[in-house]
Every structure is written in structure tokens, then in C-alpha cells.
């Protein structure tokens, strides 16, 4: 890729997509991105890990004539890349729904149209999920323990 559409496509993206980016490089190679650091004439100095190991925040001084493409690494849809690109869409099925909505016109989800509160989201921080899992696995196994005792 040339300097100019490797940046172009770094600047459509939204800024907290960047740690979702992946660079993929002639030779097979990919780095996750954390930060663009710097962008200069024939190269751009970018703080990532390698893929393939665990190793992060490292430095890597990239040639943009060795990146082969650029992935960004969630769910895309369709309308998301062409929003990217300057294009006016509507919201879809399923982006209607996220936002709360059940219909084009904009009524509101029933859940929250009936004034009870939404469910609340369960914690994405991996330290609750695991203790959450923990916590789940010894319940289970007293309470499996407790009906399964030979007498």
C-alpha cells in the first residue's frame, strides 16, 4: 500500500478503533495496533505487539510498501464502512435495535418504553468475569456435591 491510502484509511477509521486494527504485511507478518505514533515520508513508527505473541507496547517502524492490507478486527457492517466513507445510511435492523429502537419512525425498545429499567450489563473488566466464573463453579459443585452424597 502507498503512504497516502494507508493513512487515509487510518483517518476514516473512529479513534477508538485503533486497538482493533491489525496490520498484515507481504510476508504474513501482523501487528496489532495501540497507537499511530508518528507517520513520516516512507514509514510510520507504531506502538503494538506482534501477532502471535503476548509481548506489548512494543515500538515497530513500519514501511508502508510492506503492509499487504489493514483489518480491523470486531463486527463491521455494511452502513459502518460506508458512514467511513461520507456516506449518508440509515440505521439498519440491527443497529435500530442496539440504539433502543423497533421501528424506522423511532419508537422506543419495549423494554424501555414500559418505564422499567433496562437489565444491567454484566461487567467487562476480565478480573469480575473470572471471579464471577469462579464464584458460578463453586456453587455448582456444593450443590451438586449436596445432592449426589451415597448413604
Same mark, same amino acid.
Do not use: C, W
Given at each position: 500500500?502507498?503512504?497516502?491510502?494507508?493513512?487515509?484509511?487510518?483517518?476514516?477509521?473512529?479513534?477508538?478503533?485503533?486497538?482493533?486494527?491489525?496490520? &498484515?504485511?507481504?510476508?504474513? %507478518?501482523?501487528?496489532?495496533?495501540?497507537?499511530?505514533?508518528?507517520?513520516?515520508?516512507?514509514?510510520?513508527?507504531?506502538?503494538?505487539?506482534?501477532g502471535?505473541? &503476548?509481548?506489548?507496547?512494543?515500538?515497530?517502524?513500519?514501511?508502508? %510498501?510492506?503492509?499487504?492490507?489493514?483489518?480491523?478486527?470486531?463486527k463491521?457492517r455494511?452502513?459502518?464502512?460506508?458512514?467511513?466513507?461520507?456516506?449518508k445510511?440509515?440505521?439498519?435492523?440491527?443497529?435500530?435495535? /442496539? %440504539?433502543?429502537?423497533? /421501528?424506522?419512525?423511532?419508537?422506543?425498545?419495549?423494554?424501555?418504553?414500559?418505564?422499567?429499567?433496562?437489565?444491567?450489563?454484566?461487567?467487562?473488566?476480565?478480573?469480575?468475569?473470572?471471579?464471577?466464573?469462579?464464584?458460578?463453579?463453586?456453587?455448582?459443585?456444593?450443590?451438586?456435591?449436596?445432592?449426589?452424597?451415597?448413604?
Amino acid at each position: 500500500m502507498r503512504r497516502e491510502d494507508v493513512l487515509d484509511v487510518i483517518r476514516r477509521m473512529d479513534p477508538g478503533d485503533i486497538t482493533l486494527t491489525v496490520l &498484515t504485511f507481504q510476508n504474513g %507478518a501482523i501487528i496489532t495496533l495501540d497507537s499511530l505514533v508518528r507517520s513520516e515520508n516512507e514509514y510510520m513508527v507504531v506502538r503494538g505487539r506482534e501477532g502471535g505473541t &503476548t509481548d506489548e507496547g512494543r515500538a515497530f517502524f513500519v514501511p508502508y %510498501a510492506d503492509i499487504s492490507y489493514i483489518k480491523l478486527d470486531k463486527k463491521v457492517r455494511t452502513n459502518q464502512i460506508r458512514r467511513m466513507y461520507g456516506e449518508k445510511v440509515e440505521l439498519d435492523r440491527e443497529e435500530q435495535y /442496539e %440504539a433502543g429502537m423497533t /421501528e424506522v419512525g423511532g419508537a422506543a425498545h419495549p423494554d424501555t418504553a414500559s418505564g422499567t429499567p433496562a437489565p444491567t450489563a454484566q461487567p467487562l473488566d476480565p478480573a469480575a468475569i473470572a471471579k464471577q466464573n469462579l464464584l458460578d463453579r463453586i456453587r455448582a459443585t456444593r450443590t451438586s456435591a449436596g445432592t449426589n452424597k451415597p448413604r
